[in-house]
């Protein structure tokens, strides 16, 4: 229940799952990417409890992680978000883009098998107890998923100065400009209404 309320109303300073695609919202984990950014990891700890609230890991797991098991996994992260800024500004999939991506997904891709779950067929991995690739496989299968659908052609990052979040715009008339209208959304009709307000103000003033 827990689990379900933290991913339905998550706190603005806590992670969130905004972006309708699980490597696009593992790339937002850094919040303020084009200011003064934030890593919401900030520690192992940090990414297990966000990996779990994401479901890749059942409730009271935790993956143990070397600091450099950590640091691939952050360095992952990074290459996802230069590949999916880029497709977000216009830019259309080349085979440079889509090297890394091919690289690290080969590495994972044979970690995996089809089974049944309920009586549907869903992927599972088999990665090792404390192989990071149990979180970092559905991720990168993730961002396949994402261009070979044609989804990343509505990729957008949210048009907030500093936020840098990215997302699918699965809105119908795909206009869809914040991350979210509870925050970026939010503060920029608040900064708008100021606006306006500050303008009437001066406005009354020179006709006075
Ligand atoms: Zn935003």
Known sequence: MRKHEAAKKPATKDFQFIAGNLALDFVNTVGDR????????????EFNRWARLRGLLRDGEFLPLSKQQFEEILGVREELYHLFRA???????TQRLLQILNVRFRDVAKKRRLVIAESAVVWQW???????DRVLGPILFSATELLVSGLWRKIRQCDDV??????????????RR?????????RAKVRRFYRKATLGRSARRSNA
């Open 34 to 45: 084009l200011g003064i950014s934030r890593d919401y990891f900030v520690s192992v700890g």
């Open 87 to 93: 497709l977000s500004r216009g830019a259309r999939p």
């Open 126 to 132: 088999e990665a090792a107890k404390r192989d990071p």
């Open 162 to 175: 500093y936020c840098g979040w990215l997302f699918v715009d699965r809105s119908r008339a795909g206009r």
């Open 178 to 186: 914040w991350c979210s209208m509870a925050d970026c959304g939010n």
